[in-house]
């Protein structure tokens, strides 16, 4: 039985229900939440309903699953654009979102990465702003995130047990003199909350089939449904919001599963789509009073759109590791992501463990490549290990999500245009994570070093920034748009700088956070 | 010359060739798995020739030296599939008379450094790319390739936990609390 067999529904035109747009962990987050205060929400997820029993252990298969693979563009001086110029991010469509596809680490935002601006100071081409909100503002809110996530060493969550690249992480890290431990990963290393604990299967990106992995698909969106205020709509793809004469949002146009239009109407509009879609859906919605597109007076939709600073290295060695046995993020080192500008680059980088199936590595390895040196690593394929870089990259204003007209989705909708350049800063901080990652592992012993660029983007970030002033960005510190009170940004796309750390637990944050504004603000009647 | 040139038009007709050898490596991981060391794949758009050309051009693209010409008949039959009704088909025709035309005839002919020195200035062009962008895919997403290579694949769908997930034993155990708890 399907968890929306028994749900609660709700009228198209009950003008009284929350919509929210998306169901991974900003919109899956939010709608719990606010059906827990007995808000009635309608969620509208554009993606299927597939349970922990759909997914597969093949990762193409998997891909062709769950990925969102509907039309996007590219542009820019980003090696993705020439590689894959019609996959810009790896990003989930179904439902529960990229929760189901994530590797599960949640690490808090670090206090002065909240204060970018003050704390780097101006940086020549970018578009750096402290957020609106503090470390302290959110703390309160990480503690509920890691608690409801189960995230390991906190709450008395023992530490996963590390896998063979983890080993070989570790090892490498005391070398350096970094500090290494197998993380603050939400995978249940025990039994809890009615979920398994981890198998180690090693297929965490394909959606964790035992539930070990929190996925808002399994956790958040069945107990919103189970308070009866809740109606989860699959295969619901949002094409457009309408709004009255007032300015204020009425309504959400979608198309459902049999690609028939509907309109749903609304009190309030939350929009969680991912950092692509959101802006899309925002620019998409432009009416003769908002003619850039909603909330887009300061024309910052879909600006600043962030992506991390990523990198991997892989190394070989003369005995086997068997990388993608366990965990895929089985060891985390923080030792780089403090800001020292002596490095050479403002902000820091995580380095996290990581590991591909051989189908994967042959495509991401060193896209486009052939010859030997790039089958030379592949025949050391049981004898590798690997590690992911994800650190600050820079807002820049130019680096931006628009709409491409010529260009039009199954609907008939102009498809997003995803432009990025690297900020020198960028490459300083990519170049850094090489070394230190090549570096650590020749201390343990490796025969062959492999630098992978960026894969397609699972950390997309900013392009509906939070900003204290309306005119820097898209939102306030809750997510509610300068321009429109009723209209809120609820996902990734928030972020006014992209920080270090792996967005998730944020997120996540965020969404409780916002869920108890916007129900205060319900009762006070401003919404 | 050593073959009859052929006209594309006659490559175009025909289709419905084979391929077909015998396993190299006999006490390889493939030769221990495979039931017979005999193998042999039907074609149905492209002739056993052209079947011959693109897996040596594959071998040529992703050498590698120990892996079985069976795994390389992957990318031909995917190669096959895509080529049936498509322009697929004559994009890798051409090149391949293009190839043969740059060969005195016969690319197959050549040793390995000629076919390398004659394949090389294709690189980058739709033929080369239609066979390196197929190949990256279906060269490595097929069980003797996972086998060959020592991945695992849907065998992980039960989970490691008691198979080997921290099996290294090449490095010191790195200690409690960092390196985390078994669950039992």
Not at chain 1, 82 to 89: G, K, R, S, V, Y
Not at chain 1, 245 to 266: H, L, M, P, W
Not at chain 1, 385 to 414: C, F, H, I, K
Not at chain 2, 122 to 129: K, N, P, R, V
Request: hydrophobic share 35%.
């Amino acid at each position: 039985m399907a968890m929306t067999d028994n749900q609660k529904t709700f009228a198209h035109d009950d003008s009284s229900v929350v919509v929210v747009v998306g169901s991974g962990a900003g919109g899956g987050t939010l709608a719990n939440e606010l059906a827990q205060q007995g808000i009635d929400v309608v969620v509208l997820e554009a993606g299927a309903l597939y349970t922990t029993a759909d997914f597969l252990a093949d990762e193409w298969a998997s891909f062709a699953q769950l990925a969102w693979l509907d039309k996007r563009t590219t542009s820019g001086s980003f090696r993705l654009a020439t590689d894959f110029p019609n996959l810009p991010a790896w990003i989930v469509k179904s439902v529960g979102g990229t929760t189901v596809h994530w590797a599960g680490a949640s690490l808090r935002i670090q206090p002065h990465e909240f204060t970018a601006l003050s704390t780097y100071g101006k940086v020549e081409g970018a578009n750096l702003l402290d957020w609106p909100l503090t470390y302290d503002d959110i703390a309160p809110y990480y503690k509920r995130a890691e608690q409801r996530m189960g995230v390991t060493r906190t709450n008395d969550n023992k530490g996963l047990p590390g896998n063979n690249n983890f080993k070989v992480m570790y090892n490498g890290a005391k070398n350096l003199g970094y500090s290494c431990d197998t993380g603050h990963m939400a995978i249940n290393s025990e039994i809890r909350d009615g979920r398994s604990l981890c198998l180690q299967r090693g297929f965490c990106f394909q959606g964790c089939k035992t539930g070990a992995k929190w996925s808002t698909l399994y956790t958040e969106l069945p107990r919103g449904i189970a308070t009866g205020h809740l109606e989860l709509r699959p295969q619901s793809h949002v094409a457009r919001i309408e709004h009255d004469d007032s300015g204020k949002v009425t309504a959400v146009i979608y198309f459902d599963a049999e690609g028939n239009e509907q309109r749903q109407q609304a009190r309030l509009v939350a929009v969680a789509g991912n950092s692509l879609e959101t802006p899309r859906l925002l620019l998409n919605s432009a009416s003769s009073m908002f003619p850039k597109g909603l909330a887009n007076g300061s024309d910052q939709v879909g600006r600043n759109y962030m992506r991390h600073t990523t990198g991997s290295v892989y190394a070989t060695f003369d005995q086997p590791v068997h990388m993608y046995r366990g965990t895929t993020m089985a060891g985390i080192i923080s030792d780089e992501a403090h800001h020292d500008p002596a490095r050479g680059f403002v902000g820091g980088y995580e380095m996290e463990t990581i590991a591909l199936g051989l189908p994967f590595i042959a495509a991401f390895l060193d896209p486009g490549a052939w010859g030997p040196r790039f089958t030379g690593a592949l025949d050391q394929y049981e004898n590798m290990a690997g590690m992911w870089l994800v650190g600050e990259d820079l807002p820049q204003a130019s680096n931006r999500v628009t709409l491409n007209s010529d260009v039009t989705d199954q609907y008939g909708l102009p498809v997003a245009n995803v432009h990025y350049d690297d900020h020198p800063n960028d490459l300083a901080m990519r170049q850094h994570g090489y070394r230190q990652g090549a570096e650590l592992y020749r201390s343990v012993g490796a025969k062959d070093i492999y630098e992978s660029p960026p894969y397609p983007s699972t950390h997309n970030l900013g392009t509906c920034r939070m900003s204290k002033r309306p005119e820097d960005g898209v939102c306030n510190a809750y997510g509610q748009t300068h321009e429109i009170p009723n209209l809120f940004i609820s996902d990734g796309s928030q972020f006014t700088t992209s920080t270090a750390e792996n967005p998730t637990l944020t997120i996540v944050s965020l969404a409780i956070r916002q869920a108890e504004h916007i129900a205060q603000l319900m009762q006070q009647k401003e919404v | 010359m050593s073959i009859p040139y052929l006209s594309r038009r006659v490559f175009l007709k025909a289709g419905g060739g084979f391929l077909a050898g015998t396993l190299v490596f006999v006490n390889g991981p493939i030769a221990l798995l495979a039931p017979s060391h005999s193998w042999a794949m039907p074609l149905d758009s492209l002739s056993s020739r052209q079947g011959e050309v693109l897996l040596a051009v594959t071998r040529q693209i992703f050498p590698h030296p120990k892996l079985e010409d069976a795994v390389y008949a992957h990318v031909v039959k995917s190669l096959d599939r895509k080529a049936a009704g498509g322009t697929l088909g004559k994009v890798l025709a051409d090149g391949i008379v293009k190839l043969d035309a740059a060969s005195g005839g016969d690319w197959l002919s050549l040793d390995d450094n000629k076919k390398l020195e004659v394949l090389t200035p294709m690189a980058g062009s739709l033929f080369f790319e239609s066979i390196r962008s197929d190949a990256v895919v279906s060269l490595y997403d097929n069980s003797l390739a996972f086998t060959h290579f020592g991945y695992q694949g849907a065998e992980g769908d039960e989970g490691y936990l008691n198979k080997g997930f921290n099996d290294l034993t090449w490095l010191p155990n790195p200690p409690q609390p960092d390196a985390g708890y078994l669950p039992f």
